[in-house]
């Protein structure tokens, strides 16, 4: 038998690249790959790249010229080494990439890595292999052949894309240029993927997709169902403890969204609702579709339907012409809304983007100090959120061994890590913890009710799993 081939991948951007990540392991899979965490050992290393600001797009040139030195010392020892650059990068600069990095020998598009061995079979005969095609439809498996690989559980919580893509076009984006045109997945392959999933250990699925609540698939009824009846029918799945879905749009909540959160238990009352900025005329430039108050209406109807709901949002500063008093707005309704957490962003030019040739731009300068008054804002009303905890008596799904010994780590329903003293064998539960500290964003508590400490020896070590937030 042929010894395994070794398989490094590295992935920036958002979850959906995390969800594209393991989805090439598994295509891989099938060709005798194994994952491997060191570049240097692999036989194949691919880039799943993000393009959403220059920083992190930069970070692919920089990344291949390190690759470039140590696929000429693996040639040095006889053995080739392969480089591929997937992901948005790949979609929005492959020709590019192919011409300024001679390393690189396959450049594939977030639409077509599942044509990854074919694709390196035709760079081992051909020299080099670039595909960036659309359509998406091709993917999810609508066209034969070949079909993506079958996906496979990975710990406790998992991904599953529904919707892929954006026709909303903001004026600073390069998501609908990358992603394509919204698609949305039917609803019985969705179905399929979750089932799948609970039958290997998996107790929660976040529903992924870059406009996640503009889904509108193929129901098993020949009709089109919004995510909110998705929502109910996976709800229904025996094993699913926990569900959620990321990102959305505030144009795209509808009442079968509300009405979901108001029956269904298993949704979690933690929604992510970027608002990007709190000025009107900022929001009208960006091509938001929106206004504030329509935003502020969007939370009050989210509130009305659930009480204990919290949210999460990403803005941007500096936005070209973002005036202080235009700054001063987003503050203001930051202060309003109260979050639980949210992700600021200085404003990035993105080639392509009708906001890239818009000329009145934000000092560097101001754009700092701007993010800086935000962050500020944001982190206390996190702390303050994850300070109220504290006393409180709350439900916990544990996912893995926490790094300190005989400690088990899981999620909050918002996502704050909660850290108790228990047997492994509450991994997969969801359990009510009494929590009394919190230790810079974690939670520390106690199972309500517990009665017997776990001795060392009962403790199985289990490999780290780590969350990745949108286009962080
Ligand atoms: N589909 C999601 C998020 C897409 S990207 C949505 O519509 O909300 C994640 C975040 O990156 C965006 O919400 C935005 O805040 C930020 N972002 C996108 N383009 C950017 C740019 N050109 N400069 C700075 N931040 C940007
Ligand atoms: Fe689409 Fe979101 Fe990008 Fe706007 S910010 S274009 S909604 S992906
Ligand atoms: Fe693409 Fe996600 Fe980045 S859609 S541009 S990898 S944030």
Known sequence: MKPPRKLHIKSYGCQMNVYDAQRMVDTLAGEGFVETDSAEDADLVILNT???????????????????VAKDEAARNGREMRIAVAGCV??????????????VDVVVGPQSYHHLPQ?????????RALETEFPVEDKFGFLPPPKPA??????????????????????????????????????????????????????????IGQNVNAYHGEGPDGRTWPLGRLLTRL????????????????????????????DLPELMPFVHLPVQSGSDRILAAMNRKHTADDYRRVIDRFRASRQDIAFSSDFIVGFPGETEGEFAATLALVTQIGYAGAYSFKYSPRPGTPAADMRE???????????????????????????????KTVDVLFERAARNPGQIVGRTAYLQPAHVMA????????????????????????????SARPTLSTLSPMTDSSQVNAGA
């Open 235 to 262: 709800a229904e799945i025996p094993g699913i403890a926990r569900l959620r879905y990321s990102t959305s749009h505030p144009r795209d909540v509808d009442d079968s969204l509300l009405e979901a959160h108001r």
């Open 361 to 391: 731009t934000v000092s560097a300068a101001e754009m700092d100090e701007r993010l800086g008054r935000l962050q500020e804002l944001i982190d206390s009303q996190q702390s303050a959120f994850n300070k109220a905890m504290i006393g």
């Open 90 to 103: 790949a979609q929005a600069e492959g020709e590019e990439i192919i011409r300024r990095a001679p390393t």
């Open 150 to 207: 079958a996906i496979r559980a990975r710990g406790i919580s998992s991904f599953v894309t529904v919707q892929e893509g954006c026709d909303k076009f903001c004026t600073f984006c390069v998501v609908p240029y990358t992603r394509g045109a919204e698609v949305s997945r039917p609803v019985a392959k969705i179905i399929d993927d979750v089932m799948r999933l609970a039958d290997n250990g998996v107790r929660e699925i976040t529903l």
């Open 50 to 68: 993000c393009h959403i600001r220059e920083k992190a797009s930069e970070k692919v040139y920089s990344e291949l010229g390190r690759l470039r």
């Open 423 to 450: 047997s492994p064998d509450i991994i997969g539960k969801v359990l009510p913890v009494a929590i009394d500290s919190l230790e810079r964003y974690s939670l520390l508590g106690e199972l309500a009710g517990a």
């Open 119 to 127: 694709l390196l079979a035709r760079a081992k005969s051909h020299g």
